[in-house]
């Protein structure tokens, strides 16, 4: 089904972080200097938030992927200082700034429940599973915004089939790691936590659901769900679980935090639907960042053609 | 204190300073230091300066009487026109960038969303106070049916509260510390009418008395 070809150019390739901060570091310097000149803009450059340092190291040797799109990049500087990740506190530009300390070495995710092999994967042998591919994925939130990013990862199907699911498993359970001493901010949320999601079985094993290490020709940075998280791009953002901890397949539909919070608002398929609204706000929409107006929404986040059938004779409607 | 309430600078003074939030949101959008998503970013914050607005209105009867400072009431009017201008910007950062200024599409959200019906409503309402704010307005509709005219502000208060509670997913904290502080300013006025009633109600019985 994949096609494997040689690594061409990557996001990595295109834009080295060292000459995009450097760019920036310029631009500030310049900012700077401007001020001297016109006291008045002391203020303003001031005011320019300092970019938060990602401890992020570069991935290299990345395969492209069929599966992505040609759409234009968002901006990494969007998508690492606009984020949903509650642990860090509910405002989008809280995780960039008080995720910078999270510990995320050493790391682990344990897989359980019904598999002929449970087993715990260390972070390193994570990496070694699969030759990494390069996926340009959109990414549509359910508040109505979207991105396209290139994420780094392979299949999770890999991973799956190394731990051997029985004829018991039918859905797979996802946990985020819930530390209140590193996470204060997650009391406020609003939602209870540890975060945990789930996806049908035949949703996990899908060659478009990716187990995620990185973005951008680096490792994740934490507030994007460093080290490693899911990735699930016909389905609403909160679907795609971030900093994984454990991985459970289970023959019981898993219980799932949006959904738990309010069902009518979240169901647990979640599937990008613009005929199904959220109950407050219509779907039909939403704004890519970096756009003004808003842009029509696609069915399945426009990946039908891969997954429609996977939902075939369901109303999803009724299992929104 | 009283004197700098009275002179003719202070009206100005409050009236810049009024204006600092909107010309802070300019600076921003020059510099473009509006964020990811500049929309939301105006759209947040110009929701935010109505409520605050709201709210100072609201505090000047309160404060003119706790402080015994009547002379605030100068600023009233002031207040309450700034947080008509913040929702007009708001507004039309709505029927702009979110409705693409398809008043169809705009009227059917309004029928068919909750959180955009009692928005809608609070700017609506703030329209007719807005229109009737001058002393002409005021010697035309008579001061007692001014007055019953502007106790709407109460009402968009409340819808301007319950639109922000409505529109957040779980964090509720700021949209509840707005409501508190609307809900503490009209029980102050609720307290402040009854005991006003309780005051007033023997004087029947005593005038009965002296005929």
């Known amino acids: 089904m994949l096609i494997r070809r040689k690594a061409e150019l990557t996001y990595a390739d295109v834009t080295p972080k060292s000459v995009y901060f450097n760019r920036r570091q310029i631009l500030r310097a310049m900012g700077i200097a401007g001020a001297a000149v016109a006291g008045g803009k002391i203020l303003s450059s001031l005011a320019f938030p300092a970019q938060h340092v990602l401890a992020t190291s570069k991935l290299t040797g990345l395969a492209k992927s069929p599966f992505s799109t040609t759409e234009k990049l968002t901006s990494y500087d969007d998508v690492t200082h606009y984020n949903n990740f509650y642990e860090f506190g509910t405002d989008k530009g809280d995780p960039a700034k008080k995720s910078q ?3 995320t070495s050493p790391w682990s995710v344990s897989v359980e429940g019904e598999v002929a092999k449970p087993r715990k994967f260390t972070m390193d042998e994570i ?3 699969a030759p990494l591919e390069e996926r340009i994925y959109r990414h549509r939130c359910v508040e109505r915004w979207s991105i396209v990013v290139p994420w780094i990862g392979f ?9 051997e699911p029985t004829s018991k498993a039918q859905y797979v359970a996802f946990q985020t790691l ?5 996470m204060p901010e997650a009391k406020y949320g609003g939602i209870d936590f540890p975060y945990v999601e789930g996806l049908r079985l035949d949703e996990a094993m899908h060659p478009l659901t990716l187990l995620c290490v990185g973005m951008y020709g680096e490792t994740l940075p934490n507030q994007d769900g ?13 679907k795609s679980i971030k900093s994984l901890v454990k991985i459970r397949f289970q023959q019981k539909e898993p219980p799932t935090t949006w ?16 005929k199904v609204d959220h109950p407050r706000w219509s779907q039909a929409s939403e704004r890519r960042l970096g756009d003004i107006f808003r842009r029509d ?9 891969q997954v429609a059938s996977l939902y075939n004779g369901m109303d999803l409607k009724q299992y929104h | 204190m009283r004197a700098l309430l009275f002179s003719k600078w202070a009206k100005a003074c409050v009236f810049v300073l009024c204006l600092v939030p909107f010309l802070a949101l300019v600076e921003r959008a020059l510099h473009g230091r509006l964020g990811a998503n500049p929309v939301e970013f105006l759209q947040h914050a110009t929701g935010d300066w109505t409520l605050r607005f709201l709210v ?7 404060l003119r009487k706790l402080l015994h400072l009547p002379e605030l009431i100068r600023f009233r009017r002031m207040f309450g026109l700034f947080a008509f201008f913040y929702v007009c910007l708001h507004f039309f950062t709505y029927i702009g960038p979110d409705q693409s200024f398809h008043l169809a599409g705009m009227w059917q959200d309004v029928a068919k969303r909750r959180f955009i019906t009692v928005g809608f409503l609070g700017f609506v309402l703030l329209i007719p106070l807005a229109l009737t704010s001058t002393a002409g307005w005021i010697r035309r509709l008579g001061g007692k049916r001014w007055q019953a005219l502007h106790r709407a502000v109460y009402v968009s208060a409340v819808c301007g509260v319950i639109h922000y509670y409505w529109l957040v997913k779980s964090d509720v904290r700021k949209p509840l510390f707005y409501g508190a502080l609307v809900v503490i300013l009209l029980l102050w006025r609720l307290g402040d009418w009854l005991i006003k009633r309780g005051k007033q109600a023997p004087v029947p019985v005593a005038a009965a008395r002296v005929s």
């Open chain 1, 155 to 163: 299949s999770f199907s890999t991973l799956a089939k190394l731990v």
């Open chain 1, 297 to 305: 929404t696609l069915m399945f986040n426009g990946y039908g053609d």
């Open chain 1, 127 to 129: 990496l070694k599973l």
């Open chain 1, 178 to 182: 819930y530390d209140p001493s590193q």
């Open chain 2, 56 to 62: 100072f209105t609201l505090s000047i009867t309160p």
């Open chain 1, 101 to 103: 300390n999270f510990r």
């Open chain 1, 226 to 238: 460093a080290p490693v998280r899911m990735v699930v791009p016909w389905k609403y953002g909160y």
């Open chain 1, 259 to 274: 959904n738990r919070y309010s069902s009518d608002e979240y169901g647990f398929y979640s599937n990008v639907n613009p």
